[in-house]
């Protein structure tokens, strides 16, 4: 499957585009992950939003892409997400080849670190990213800070 990736700041994005996105958070960070918690964490704004969409404009695949400080130290990659209907393609592995890319070339090379969930920790790894701390807990969600040199 082959998708359009495209990267808009906050105030670039459409109000569609918004809508679709909070609602694949939504879909599953609240509902198919079963947890209650503040999706719109206020982080939105600063933030660089990479979107993958289907050939039917279906937002497939989602990322949050930060500079240094604005998430973290370094800069960082966060609300990683593929919709259900369109897993199985291999689009986490591009999404997040889309995301290091862009993060290169918007903010140069540089470290990128990640609040990964534990369970997905060989796949950031396969991407170089290293473990940095221990577990800890997140919205009762296992998960460890990860860092690519």
Known sequence: MILHWTTKSFHDLALTELYA???????VFVVEQTCAFQDIDGQ???AYHLLGLAENGDLAAYARLFDAGKS???VS???VV????????GLGRELMKQAIGQCDSLFGPQPIKIG???YLREF??????EQQDDIYLEDDIEHIHMLRP
């Not at 996105?21 to 879909?27: D, N, V």
């Not at 950031?124 to 990213?129: E, M, P």
């Open 72 to 74: 973290y130290e370094q």
């Open 44 to 46: 939105d704004e600063p």
């Open 77 to 79: 990659i966060g609300r």
């Open 21 to 27: 996105l909070l609602q694949l958070r939504s879909e």
């Open 124 to 129: 950031y790894q396969s991407f170089g990213f």
């Open 116 to 118: 990964a969930q534990y």
């Open 82 to 89: 593929v919709s259900p209907k369109y897993r199985r393609y």
